[in-house]
């Protein structure tokens, strides 16, 4: 049965960043099985049109229903921002969740004096929906914005410490601060491997809105609703998919997730 | 008629980087007309593996194809190392050359001390296809090589002139520029847009090949051979084609190419 509360979670990524997701959800939900795909063969997504991320989606959203999941998590902030309808549609009433709209509730959550910061790839701060899912809970928050295109090559090239990422960041983020933020939302599923360097540039007042994290608890939430948690599986490896270098993959979730893999999968978009 | 001498030279690239390519032709054969796909729907191609390489290759030919050029030219060096023989058979006969066996020959002319230093993405270094290349010519040559990951990146968002481009390009180059090499191949062509920050990290001893210039001689030299120089022509725009973003794209031509572009026509792979 594709509802069963033993089908898996399915989720996607344009490439490693929803891994951060993977991990949030193992954390707070151990027992659920997780099917992930990272669409390695055509990362990045967030420096591409809306037409050509819809098409991705698509495909996307068409590898993971082939494993009859029990709920779809886009954990790729580009495509909840410019697709998640189109996820929805292959999703044929199935739960979807989009890393978006839970990061912009828990944003507002937080905020003390309604001035929240978001930073995401080119795409996602161009299609202005974060400040919409923001403005849609609260309207009278302000939402400040910058695009960091070069976030994700820095993560995925394991920048993560270096100075140089540090220098771009700062640019990055400068006029943010200037804005009296006191919540940064961090808009794309690459960021939180270099929360540690945006933390030391944003400082000690303001609060860090990892996606990741967010989307557990909605994740954990929505099952309830839908009576579909698993709490009697045993933990099991996630299944993991990607549409090219399995082996590179391999070597970057095991530095992620803390284990090993036994094996990545690769599959034709 | 196919091969007649008007019919255009055939260009294509993972994204804007072989508009350097687009350049240097110009400048060297400004009577010939140009023809030019980037996969910008796909970009970048040096992170990704063979079988993909190989796959998008075989597209981006295929589209070139349609418009019955002259000649083909590999403008992208992972192409040319991983994927040559699949542009060969798409051509049917055609002169295909690629960017890399004419770096590999210009840097064996130059080199005094038959120490050459070679940087690329990571799948072209990981190919070694520059040492075979450079090796077929003289094999008494030693090559030292260095992939540089960020460098499209960098590139590709305008970090030309960027302090943190120097710092991560210092890291790359240094391991090579203690080899006492005394040429440079830019084994890609997106490294001629960060020419100038490379060559005063490199000092001023050391020679740096540029693909672009060399493959422009190379193909006045291979059209000559099979006369089809067209040496009447007019001067025209060059046809360029993109799988995504085309304004985007046409704003990054004008710059490259210091001159305005009329239209930049969206294909689709």
Same mark, same amino acid.
């Given at each position: 049965?594709?509802?069963?509360?033993?089908?898996?979670?399915?989720?996607?990524?344009?490439?490693?960043?929803?891994?951060?997701?993977?991990?949030?959800?193992?954390?707070?939900?151990?027992?659920?099985?997780?099917l992930?795909?990272?669409?390695?063969?055509?990362?990045?997504?967030?420096?591409?049109?809306?037409?050509?991320?819809?098409?991705?989606? /698509?495909?996307?959203?068409?590898?993971?229903?082939k494993? /009859?999941?029990?709920?779809?998590?886009? @954990?790729?902030?580009?495509?909840?921002?410019?697709?998640?309808?189109?996820?929805?549609?292959?999703?044929?009433?199935?739960?979807?969740?989009g890393?978006?709209?839970?990061?912009?509730?828990? @944003?507002? /959550?937080?905020?003390?004096?309604?001035?929240?910061?978001?930073?995401?790839?080119?795409?996602?701060?161009?299609?202005?929906?974060?400040?919409?899912?923001?403005?849609?809970?609260?309207?009278?928050?302000?939402?400040?914005?910058?695009?960091?295109?070069?976030?994700?090559?820095?993560?995925?090239?394991?920048?993560?410490?270096?100075?140089?990422?540090?220098?771009?960041?700062?640019?990055?983020?400068?006029?943010?601060?200037? /804005?009296?933020?006191?919540?940064?939302?961090?808009g794309?599923?690459h960021?939180?491997?270099?929360?540690?360097?945006?933390?030391?540039?944003?400082?000690?007042?303001?609060?860090?809105?990892?996606?990741?994290?967010?989307?557990?608890?909605?994740?954990?939430?929505?099952? @309830?609703?839908?009576?579909?948690?698993?709490?009697?599986?045993?933990?099991?490896f996630?299944?993991?998919?990607?549409?090219?270098?399995?082996?590179?993959?391999?070597?970057?979730?095991?530095?992620?997730?803390?284990?090993?893999?036994?094996?990545?999968?690769?599959?034709e978009?």
């Amino acid at each position: 049965m594709t509802t069963s509360a033993s089908a898996p979670i399915g989720i996607f990524d344009s490439g490693i960043g929803g891994l951060t997701v993977v991990k949030a959800i193992q954390s707070l939900l151990p027992s659920e099985r997780i099917l992930y795909f990272g669409d390695t063969a055509r990362v990045p997504y967030g420096s591409k049109s809306q037409v050509t991320i819809r098409k991705y989606a /698509q495909d996307d959203a068409g590898i993971l229903m082939k494993y /009859q999941p029990k709920m779809i998590i886009v @954990a790729c902030n580009t495509v909840s921002a410019l697709a998640f309808d189109v996820v929805e549609q292959i999703g044929k009433g199935l739960p979807v969740l989009g890393v978006l709209e839970a990061g912009a509730e828990l @944003a507002v /959550q937080h905020s003390r004096n309604a001035r929240i910061g978001v930073i995401g790839t080119s795409a996602t701060i161009a299609s202005n929906a974060y400040s919409f899912a923001i403005n849609a809970i609260d309207p009278d928050v302000e939402v400040f914005s910058s695009a960091c295109p070069l976030f994700v090559p820095l993560a995925e090239e394991g920048y993560a410490d270096h100075p140089a990422a540090s220098m771009v960041a700062q640019e990055y983020l400068e006029k943010l601060l200037e /804005q009296d933020i006191d919540t940064l939302v961090l808009g794309c599923t690459h960021y939180p491997i270099l929360k540690h360097m945006i933390k030391k540039i944003a400082g000690p007042d303001i609060i860090i809105i990892d996606s990741a994290e967010s989307i557990a608890l909605k994740a954990r939430e929505v099952l @309830a609703e839908y009576d579909r948690l698993n709490d009697s599986g045993d933990a099991a490896f996630p299944h993991l998919l990607v549409s090219d270098l399995p082996q590179k993959f391999k070597a970057l979730c095991e530095l992620f997730l803390g284990q090993e893999i036994p094996d990545v999968e690769l599959v034709e978009v």
